[in-house]
C-alpha cells in the first residue's frame, strides 16, 4: 500500500481513543520486523527514521528498502522524519518521499521554535505532509538529540504554539526522557497534563522516549552480559493513561535496540563457534518482531486495519 500522511493516521486514532506506534529503523531487519509484526496485527504504523539513521544507513538505501516494503505489505503506514533539526536533513526526507516530517526546535526559545516550525509548514503543507513539532524538553539522550534539563510542556504556550504555527501533532515534555535510564525513582507521567494539553488545542499528541525498558528485559540483557544496571523505562499502565489523556503517537527506540542485541547475543552464547551473522541477526529480528507486536497491543492500534 501506499505510503499515507501520517496526519491520516493520527485523526483515525484520535477518533477512536489508541495511539500509533512509531518506531525507529536503521536497517532492514528492524523495518522488515517492525512491518511484519504490523502486518500481522492488522494495525496502522509509523516508519521513524532519525538524522541518525539517515547517516548511518544512507537515506537512499532506506528509501529503496521502503519501497520494497510498499509493494510488500498491505498495511497502510507513513514513513516519518525523527527529530529533523538541520533544514538539509528536511529537504532530502522530502527528496526521498517522506510522507511525515518531525521539525524539533524545542532547544530554541518559544518564537524561533514558532518561526521555524512555520517554515518547515509553509513547504510540506501544499505537499500534504505532515508536520509534527516539539514544545517542551524531554531529559537524556538520543543520538544528536541531548538535553541535561527537562522543561514540562506548558499547557498556556501549547495552546499558543498550536495556534501560531498550526502544526498536525504536538510532542509534548510530561515525565518520559529519551534512552534506558529513565527515571531515578518512581516512573511517572504527569498525565493530568496531558490532559489539559489536549483538551486545550485538540491536536494529537506525541510521546517520546516512551520505552517501557521492563525490569524482565534489562535482568535477561544483564545475564547475557550487558551492564544496564538501574535501566528504567515507562510502565505499561502509566501508556494506557497517557493514551487515554490524548496521546496519539507513541515513539519506541530503546526497547527495539535492547531486543535485538538480546536476540543476537543469545545466538552468540549459546553458540560461539557459529559464524554466520544470519543465524544471530534472525533471532535479533525476530525479537524486535515480537516487542513491536508487544507494543501495538499495549497502545490498543491492533487490528485497526
Ligand atoms: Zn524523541
Redesign the pocket.
Known amino acids: 500500500m501506499p505510503l499515507v500522511p501520517m496526519k491520516e493516521l493520527l485523526v483515525d486514532a484520535d477518533k477512536n481513543g489508541y495511539a500509533v506506534g512509531a518506531f525507529n529503523i536503521n536497517n532492514l531487519e528492524f523495518f522488515q520486523a517492525v512491518m511484519s509484526a504490523a502486518e500481522e496485527e492488522n494495525a496502522p504504523v509509523i516508519i521513524a527514521v532519525s538524522e541518525g539513521a539517515m547517516s548511518y544507513a544512507g537515506v537512499d538505501f532506506l528509501e529503496a528498502i521502503v519501497k520494497v516494503g510498499i509493494r510488500k505489505y498491505s498495511i497502510p503506514f507513513a514513513l516519518h522524519l ?2 529533523g533539526k538541520k533544514f538539509e536533513r528536511v529537504l532530502e526526507a522530502l527528496r526521498s518521499g517522506f510522507s511525515s516530517i518531525m521539525i ?1 526546535a524545542s532547544d530554541k526559545p518559544f518564537q524561533e521554535n514558532v518561526a521555524i516550525t512555520k517554515k518547515i509548514i509553509e513547504i510540506c503543507r501544499p505537499l500534504g505532509i505532515t508536520v509534527e513539532a516539539e514544545l517542551g524538553r ?1 531529559l537524556g539522550k ?1 543520538e544528536d ?1 541531548e538535553s541535561l534539563e527537562a522543561i514540562y510542556t506548558d499547557p498556556e504556550d501549547a495552546v499558543r504554539f498550536v495556534q501560531e504555527t498550526n502544526c498536525d501533532a504536538l ?1 509534548i515534555a510530561c515525565g518520559t526522557s ?1 534512552g534506558a535510564y529513565k527515571f531515578k525513582g518512581e516512573p511517572k507521567l504527569d498525565i493530568e497534563r496531558i490532559r489539559k494539553i489536549k483538551q486545550l488545542t485538540g491536536v494529537p499528541l506525541v510521546l ?2 516512551a520505552s517501557g525498558v521492563s525490569a524482565s528485559m534489562v535482568e535477561e540483557a544483564n545475564s547475557l552480559g550487558f551492564a544496564l544496571k538501574g535501566a528504567k523505562g515507562v510502565p505499561d499502565s502509566e501508556i494506557k493513561d497517557a493514551i487515554k489523556a490524548g496521546i496519539r503517537k507513541i ?1 519506541i ?1 530503546t526497547d527495539l535496540r535492547i531486543s535485538f542485541l538480546i536476540g543476537f547475543q543469545r545466538v552468540f552464547l549459546q553458540n560461539p563457534s557459529e559464524i554466520d551473522p544470519r543465524t544471530h541477526l534472525k533471532e535479533a529480528r525476530l525479537r524486535v518482531k515480537e516487542k513491536v507486536r508487544e507494543k501495538i497491543r499495549l497502545f490498543g492500534s491492533s487490528g485497526r486495519y
Open positions: 525523527d527529530h524539533d524531554l538520543e538529540v510532542a529519551h517520546h522516549g515513539n527506540d
